[in-house]
């Protein structure tokens, strides 16, 4: 490994980079098939850009990190300065008010994340052989930039476990929180998946998707070229749907389907209920190289447990068809556990500038991560699935 400095640099435009050497930092893995999640890669990262879903006026401004060592591109991040808390998902709005309460400013800050995406995965994305080196290496960078710039803080979220470890080594603050996710072991089927459930369990869940398949039309699984143009435009009105019920403003753009379909649409399962030759309901899922990441959901007709069967009936489905080890489920939601989707921990990784403020925070941490610990083993006791299987998943 060479002994040449590392430079960091923050760039403004994701276009500002090249696409080859972001991937083989962002997803090397994908050289002999997918990454094992495609919101990191240069692609993903451009149509969020591109489609104005982050930029000016957003309170996502880009400012992604590259390190590199002579010529060779070793790591990179992606980087934003936040005007707001929103699209998180790992929330700290208690933080902030309790920031400014004090007479602080806590915005803008830094947050190292995938814009509206709660799906764990590598946020220092470092070449092979480089780990250790390059995230240190974007730590420092990030931090140093927060405190050039008097920011009040600096977060990674939904980083790997291995991640929030190394980042608490180095003197970040670990963080937990908790998500439903759905493991595949190592079922033929989804028969042989509701074998594993108490009897109960297994009974109502064959009563919903029984209630849902009746609604009145079909239940269609879409990905790559099947996806057409057309199916963007219905999936736009769902969505505008659901981001207006829950978060007042839808945060992706229309335009942002349009560049999904260009360049994404590989990356997509798309599951749509269709009756009377046009879609009702429907569910976005991204596929990743184990894991299926259940996104985003709407319908413009309510049809009794469809968005069960839509959400996660049918991404277990895809699941065991096609070998993936799990489903993830994103954010909030105790009805999963229902549906064969257990508690597990997600994890993140944040920097105060202000030592008091570091300190009151750590405290909080430490409370907050025995609550959550304890939340994790009473859910997960809470499942659907028989005893034995259940000390399984214990």
């Not at 220092?124 to 050039?148: H, R």
């Not at 009105?237 to 360049?263: C, H, I, S």
């Not at 009794?304 to 909030?332: N, P, S, T």
């Amino acid at each position: 490994m060479s002994d040449a400095p590392i430079e960091i640099t923050a760039h403004p435009t994701i276009n500002a980079i090249d696409a080859t050497e972001w991937d083989a930092c962002a997803c090397p893995e994908a050289a002999d098939g997918r990454p094992d999640d495609p919101f990191t890669t240069h692609r993903f990262l451009k149509a969020l850009e591109d489609s104005g879903s982050v930029g000016t006026g957003t309170g996502w401004q880009p400012r992604y990190l590259t390190a590199k060592q002579g010529d060779m591109m070793i790591a990179v991040a992606p980087l934003y300065a936040k005007g707001h808390s929103q699209g998180e998902y790992i929330f700290d709005h208690n933080w902030a008010h309790a920031y400014e309460n004090a007479g602080g400013r806590y915005y803008p800050k830094l947050q190292i994340a995938v814009p509206f995406t709660p799906a764990t995965g590598r946020r220092f994305l470092t070449k092979p052989g480089f780990e250790a080196a390059g995230m240190s290496a974007l730590i420092q960078g990030a931090v140093q930039i927060a405190a050039d710039n008097k920011l009040s803080s600096l977060h990674a979220t939904f980083c790997t476990e291995a991640e929030a470890i190394a980042g608490a080594e180095m003197g970040l603050l670990a963080r937990i929180g908790q998500q439903f996710h759905w493991v595949n072991d190592g079922y033929a089927d989804f028969d042989a998946f509701l074998g594993s459930l108490s009897s109960r369990k297994r009974k109502n869940m064959r009563k919903e998707r029984k209630t849902a398949n009746d609604f009145g039309g079909e239940i269609v699984a879409l990905t790559g070229d099947q996806i057409k143009p057309e199916h963007w435009d219905a999936f736009w009105v769902f969505y505008q749907d659901t981001g207006n019920r829950k978060w007042g403003t839808p945060y992706l753009t229309r335009a942002f389907f349009d560049y999904a379909q260009e360049t994404l649409r590989d990356d997509m399962l798309m599951v749509l209920a269709m009756r009377d030759g046009r879609p009702v309901a429907g569910a976005l899922n991204f596929i990743g190289r184990d894991t299926l990441f259940g996104r985003y959901w709407g319908c413009i007709e309510h049809h009794d447990c469809l968005h069960f069967e839509v959400c996660y009936y049918r991404a277990i489905d895809y699941a065991i068809q096609h070998g993936l080890g799990k489903v993830e489920a994103g954010a909030q939601g105790e009805h999963k556990l229902a549906r064969g989707y257990l508690p597990v921990a997600t994890h993140s990784l944040h920097w105060f500038g202000d030592a008091g403020f570091k300190d009151a925070v750590a405290r909080y941490l430490e409370a907050e991560r025995e609550a959550i610990d304890h939340e994790i083993e009473v859910l997960t006791s809470y499942g659907p699935f028989r005893r034995s299987n259940m000390e399984d998943h214990q």
